[in-house]
């Protein structure tokens, strides 16, 4: 390719505030030619996975990374060649070796930032670090010293008290060894420098295995001669401390790495848990009504090529609930000290998937009729199980609904999703005895519980808005005479 330059792809923030994302999968090779707009590569980020088209026409020149490495947003990920002119200043710094520069001599101005996804991107700060400050010269810390002495009527400044020779200049850092953050934080918690283990994964990635050995290669000659081991000065003490068991049996334990979905997961249950004080209540109801309308729902030609099934009378019972009751559709804003009222329902469905619970939300919910519910419920849920759920699908829900029932549970004591003040949990439905009618019969029956935040729903209010929702269930011809 003549006059061609080689671009730089970067990992673009394809969230909110997201730093980092696993590449799952590349879709190319280097040679491949590739063409604007061409997914070249599938990553996962702590909210779902994502497809990564190329913003230009070129050959692949190189991938930075293999599958299953996490890269940091801003990062260069793959390199193509492209006709045209000089590649941007930025990005030819990324493909060419670091030089050896002065760090005090200030960068050239760098060309106009190219954006490398519609609608994505990171700030410039974010693939930019700021060079770190350097040590004044000692000789020059010595005549200041000498001068301030002079100054204040000391005499001449001490010779070399203890100011080191003037060391050499420092050398170029050393590239970072490639690590995955659960390597990194077992060497961390173990005491290990990535830079002094002998990486055997693919590109020199380090694996758990090597800091593993480097351990147990560092423990042999204390194990073979403790006595001659003389002892350990203060400033070596923490090295001499393990903070982890150097091994563990592969055969009774799998270890697996958090991240992803489920590391996202995790930090906000664990903020919301001791952020919001939860409040959960519970009624049990008889829902054979709900299930007969279920069927019939299920003949009609409105519903024809839609999913039907009781999780969508649940979801449209609760949307009745927050029309007589607003209040519980509404948020706690710290920083403002004020309660904010949602005048729309983004009805989250908790999804369990093989990367772990997501919960994407159905925008507008409240505005939608029976049918277009279904419909909505149907393509969600079909997302989810796909992995293709996108990021903006599970940003600014209100409420949520998570059906435990699909495994057999009776209910439970949920947990709000971050920025919401309520989530409705739903229990298994099965014939149990209850009186019907004066009589006891048979009867479909569930138990729902409703966790709320009780900063912003009282006890009145909460009970309100289940109360409401269990009695849609027991009569569903409420759907007509509350609406």
Same mark, same amino acid.
């Not at 604007?36 to 996975?49: H, L, N, S, Y």
């Not at 190189?62 to 990920?77: K, Q, R």
């Not at 329902?345 to 939300?361: E, K, S």
């Not at 909460?462 to 009569?475: I, M, N, W």
């Given at each position: ?121 990171v700030a410039t700060s974010s693939t930019r670090r700021r060079p770190r400050k350097q040590a004044q010269d000692p000789a020059a810390q010595q005549a200041a010293s000498a001068v301030q ?6 005499? &001449?400044? @001490? #010779? +070399? $008290? !203890? ?6 200049? *420092?050398? /170029? %850092?050393?590239?970072?060894?490639? =690590? ?47 006595? &001659?081991? @003389? #002892? +350990? $000065? !203060? ?6 401390? *393990?903070? /982890? %068991?150097?091994?563990?049996?592969? =055969? ?51 519903? +024809? ?129 209850w009186v019907h009618k004066g009589k006891v019969k048979p009867r479909q029956v569930t138990t729902l519980a409703l966790s709320f935040d009780h900063r912003l729903v009282d006890g009145e ?23």
């Open positions: 390719m003549t006059n061609a330059s080689v671009r730089e792809f970067k990992m673009p923030d394809v969230g909110e505030g997201l730093t980092e994302a696993e590449i799952l999968k590349w879709y190319v090779q280097p040679g491949d030619t590739v063409t604007d707009g061409q997914v070249v590569c599938e990553v996962e980020t702590a909210k779902a996975a994502v497809e990564l088209p190329i913003p230009y026409d070129g050959v692949v020149r190189a991938l930075h990374f293999p599958e299953g490495t996490t890269v940091d947003v801003g990062t260069s990920i793959i390199a193509v060649e492209v006709a045209g002119g000089a590649a941007p200043a930025q990005e030819e710094a990324a493909v060419a070796p670091a030089p050896a520069a002065e760090p005090e001599q200030p960068a050239e101005q760098p060309a106009a930032r190219q954006p490398v996804l519609v609608g994505y991107g002495s002079e100054l204040n009527g000391h005499g &001449a400044a @001490p #010779a +070399a $008290p !203890a100011v080191p020779a003037a060391p050499a200049a *420092p050398a /170029a %850092p050393a590239q970072r060894p490639l =690590a995955k953050p659960p390597v990194r934080k077992l060497a961390k918690d173990l005491g290990v420098d990535l830079a002094t283990v002998t990486p055997t994964g693919p590109d020199g990635v380090v694996t758990r295995e090597d800091v593993h050995a480097a351990v147990a290669a560092a423990q042999a000659p204390q194990q073979a001669a403790p006595e &001659a081991q @003389p #002892a +350990a $000065p !203060a400033a070596s003490a923490p090295a001499a401390q *393990p903070a /982890a %068991p150097a091994s563990y049996d592969s =055969a009774r334990e799998t270890r697996i790495p958090v991240k992803g979905v489920r590391k996202a997961t995790a930090a906000a249950m664990v903020g919301s848990a001791f952020t919001a004080p939860h409040v959960t209540e519970f009624v049990t109801v008889d829902v054979t009504r709900t299930m007969k309308l279920v069927e019939e729902l299920k003949q009609d030609k409105e519903f +024809a090529g839609l999913r039907v099934n009781p999780l969508l009378l649940i979801a449209k019972a609760l949307l009745v609930a927050i029309r007589r009751n607003p209040d519980i559709n509404a948020s706690w804003d710290e920083a403002a000290q004020e309660i904010v009222v949602k005048h729309y329902v983004n009805l989250g469905i908790a999804a369990a998937t093989p990367r772990g619970l997501i919960v994407p939300n159905i925008k507008d919910a409240h505005a939608r009729t029976l049918p277009e519910l279904a419909a909505s419920l149907g393509e969600l849920v079909s997302t989810a199980r796909e992995g293709k759920t996108s990021p903006s699908a599970m940003q600014g829900g209100t409420v949520t609904i998570t059906n435990v029932g699909v495994f057999g549970v009776d209910t439970g004591t949920p947990l709000l999703n971050p920025g919401e003040s309520a989530i409705l949990a739903v229990g298994a439905i099965k014939p149990q005895p209010l909460g009970s309100k808005v289940l109360a409401d929702v269990a009695a849609v269930l027991e009569q569903p011809k409420r759907l007509i005479t509350w609406a």
